[in-house]
């Protein structure tokens, strides 16, 4: 564990005004306002070791134990408290290569209260099928941890899996959310990069899943009536979905990489249609043009729209009093601009109003137990971060 005494605004290449230039607004392409960045958000940043490919991260509930997930396959666990770190036996088998391999990590925030040390964990991995297929899968477990340095999972099943599996190893998406009544798991379904599909509801590709905690079809989804898998649906016309969560009101969001341009903060709200490929506001990586969002068009529209492209890791909505400037603004992580950009939510409507350069790229960044921020670099050697007020 090493800490720095490290600024946001004296981080190399820090913005600490809004980077809202390249951003959109709901009506098909006015530009958002700038807002000038908070000059008082310093953060302090301890390093606790470095990860295989990390990809995703979460609290056991209840615990000060951070888990972390390793694209290869493996996974590991931070104690916060001293620094202990683990490992965890009892993962499934990955089809390992291109965006795929295990992805995301999810426990019930309910099982806080348990006096059980059992838990129950959700995982997301890519799966091998017949002829060169592959497609997501979600699993379902039970998580314990009979030492301070080893967990085991048992009971691992597959509760719910991407539909159909296709070639390729791009755009598995596979995030989970649990929703705040403690109810479903939503899932994000990436269009696998085949594009056409995420339109045709006869599958799941290009869209966000509602499901029981047990993987089967939540009721009152949209296209119940259609029979499986299109009962399993919430909404569609979506890309490469990597970051979901949903906000003080309980409202869901998500956001995902466009094409060449065009990467898109949505409200998911139920049977609603996004539009992709048909619209869009980036291009084709050809460089043949995709028709923009118009007013007229039919697709629900988006809230922010990024050209050029931030390249989201994920997304969390800050919910603590650690950085109360913070409370309820959106904190995404950042690819392709090494940075956690900040959005504030106003209605319906949102606007980016800070980057925080962090000099690498960022996979991932999520909120701890008592309000710190916890980052996840992306990569191989990349770095697990805590980051605290100055």
């Known amino acids: 564990m090493k800490r720095l005494t490290l600024f946001a605004a004296t981080l190399p290449g820090a913005l600490l005004l809004a980077s809202c230039g390249s951003g959109y607004s709901t009506d098909g392409g006015t530009e958002a306002a700038s807002t000038p960045a908070p000059t008082d958000i310093e953060f302090a940043i301890t390093e606790h070791g470095s990860f295989n490919e990390p990809w995703a991260l979460a609290f056991l509930p209840g615990t000060d134990r951070l888990f972390i997930t390793e694209k290869s396959g493996t996974m590991k666990f931070v104690n916060t408290k001293d620094g202990t770190v683990g490992t965890v036996s009892g993962l499934p088998d990955v089809d390992y290569g291109g965006q795929g391999g295990l992805g995301d990590v999810a426990f019930l925030p309910r099982e806080a209260r348990l006096r059980s040390a059992m838990r129950t964990i959700y995982l997301s991995w890519a799966e091998a099928g017949e002829g060169d297929t592959r497609g997501a899968v979600v699993g379902r477990g039970n998580m314990i941890c009979p030492t301070t340095k080893t967990c085991a999972i048992s009971d691992l099943e597959v509760i719910w899996r991407q539909t159909p599996k296709v070639t390729g190893r791009g755009h598995y998406s596979h995030r989970i959310a649990v929703s705040p009544d403690g109810q479903y798991l939503f899932v994000t379904s990436g269009d696998r990069q085949k594009q056409e599909p995420a339109q045709d509801t006869s599958n799941t590709l290009g869209t966000v899943v509602r499901l029981n905690l047990d ?107 650690l950085f109360p400037g913070l409370k309820g603004d959106l904190l995404i992580s950042g690819l392709k601009t090494e940075a956690l950009v900040r959005v504030a939510i106003d209605g319906e409507s949102a606007r980016e109003v800070a980057r925080y350069p962090m000099g690498k790229r960022i996979r991932s960044v999520i909120e701890g137990p008592d309000g710190a921020l916890w980052v996840l670099e992306d990569g191989e050697g990349g770095r697990l971060l805590e980051l605290r007020p100055k």
């Open 215 to 321: 993987g089967t079809p939540a009721a009152g989804n949209p296209l119940a009536a259609q029979g499986s898998p299109s009962n399993e649906i919430w909404s569609w016309g979506h890309r490469n979905l990597l970051g979901i969560d949903f906000d003080s009101e309980g409202r869901l969001w998500e956001i995902e990489h466009g094409p060449a341009g065009g990467d898109e903060l949505n409200l998911v709200k139920k049977g609603q249609n996004y539009g992709w490929p048909v619209r869009s506001n980036g291009d084709q990586y050809n460089g043949t043009d995709i028709p923009d969002h118009t007013a007229d068009d039919g697709f629900a529209k988006f809230a922010i729209n990024w050209t050029p492209v931030i390249a989201p890791g994920n997304m969390a909505f800050y919910r603590g009093d």
